[in-house]
């Protein structure tokens, strides 16, 4: 099923994963690959996209209007899903999983198709470590929060030091621009870009390829249509870490 007009559908679940995050589960499975996202439709607010976290379900951390409204439906809700989208994670077995907070949601349907070996997931507090049981059951997890709550007191990034990085045959990483940024240099430095894939978020309007608000410089690749996920070495010079533009076009330094 994949339709450029929004696709009814019905909220039969929601699962509370922490204090801002919820996973929204329909009544219809969308045929994907691990990675894809879709765009979703909360009647009378707005369209945002959204990773699909498994073939029947959405994981929404609540940061701003549409979200606070997709967090704030009941079982029994109706939205539009467009999609899915995108090119998705190769699914490669053997493969290292690196995730800050929410961004695990992209990532979840390759650890539960037992291709993620070992998981670094980061966050600022325990309480913000989604899925813990269920990764535990699917891969190695290491984790680390800011706050020392749970796991490595510190980042994410430092995880990376106990790990040896080459031995694995991919690396898949999503998570917030600075957390993502800060793990291309690691990777860079030990020239492991070719194996990497990286999941990126851009402002998004139409979803399809059209509207050129999701382009990255210098390439001008859309984030929508050939991403969201890159391999790390086409990355190298990209405007990630260092700028974005807004809804309005306007480039901010990150
Ligand atoms: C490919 C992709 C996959 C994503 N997957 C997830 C996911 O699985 N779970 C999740 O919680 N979030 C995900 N996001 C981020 C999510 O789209 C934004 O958090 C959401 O759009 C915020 O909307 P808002 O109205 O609640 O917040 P606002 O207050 O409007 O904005 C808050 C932040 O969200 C960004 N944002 C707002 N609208 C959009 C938009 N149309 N496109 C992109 N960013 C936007 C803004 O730039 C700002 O940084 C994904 C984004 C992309 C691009
Ligand atoms: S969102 Fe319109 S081109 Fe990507």
């Known amino acids: 099923m994949n ?3 929004p696709f009814v559908v019905t909220i039969k679940k929601i699962e509370r994963e922490s204090e801002t995050v919820s ?6 499975k969308f045929q994907f690959s691990p990675g894809q996202f879709v765009m ?19 994981t929404v951390q609540n940061v701003g209007i549409a979200t606070k409204a997709l967090t704030s439906l009941n079982e029994g ?26 961004g695990i949601a992209p990532i ?8 993620v070996k070992t998981f670094l997931y980061g966050a600022r507090t325990s309480e913000e470590i989604l899925f813990y049981n269920q990764i535990t059951s699917m891969a190695e997890l ?7 709550t749970m796991g490595h007191k510190g980042l994410v990034l430092e995880l990376m030091n106990a790990v040896k990085l080459d031995e694995y045959d991919l690396i898949v990483v999503c998570g917030p621009e600075r957390m993502v940024a800060a793990v291309f240099s690691l990777l860079e430095s030990n020239q492991l870009l070719e194996k ?3 999941s990126l978020h851009r402002y998004m309007k139409c979803g399809l390829g059209i509207c050129g608000s999701c382009c990255i410089d210098p390439s001008g690749v859309r984030i929508c249509k ?16 260092h700028h974005y533009r807004d809804a309005s076009g306007r480039s901010i330094l990150l």
Do not use: C
């Open 3 to 5: 339709s450029d007009l």
């Open 226 to 241: 050939e991403g969201p996920v890159f391999r790390g070495d086409f990355l190298t010079g990209s405007e990630i870490g």
């Open 40 to 58: 979703v439709w909360v009647p009378g607010v707005d369209e945002v996209p959204m990773a699909l976290s498994s073939d029947d379900s959405i």
């Open 196 to 198: 990497s894939e990286f």
């Open 142 to 148: 290491q984790v680390a929060t800011d706050d020392g």
């Open 108 to 115: 979840l349907p390759l650890l539960a198709g037992g291709y």
């Open 77 to 102: 809700s109706k939205i539009g899903i467009r999609g899915p989208y995108g090119n998705g994670f190769s699914k490669i077995h053997n493969s290292l999983g690196i995730a800050g907070g929410v």
């Open 23 to 28: 996973t929204l589960f329909f009544n219809k």
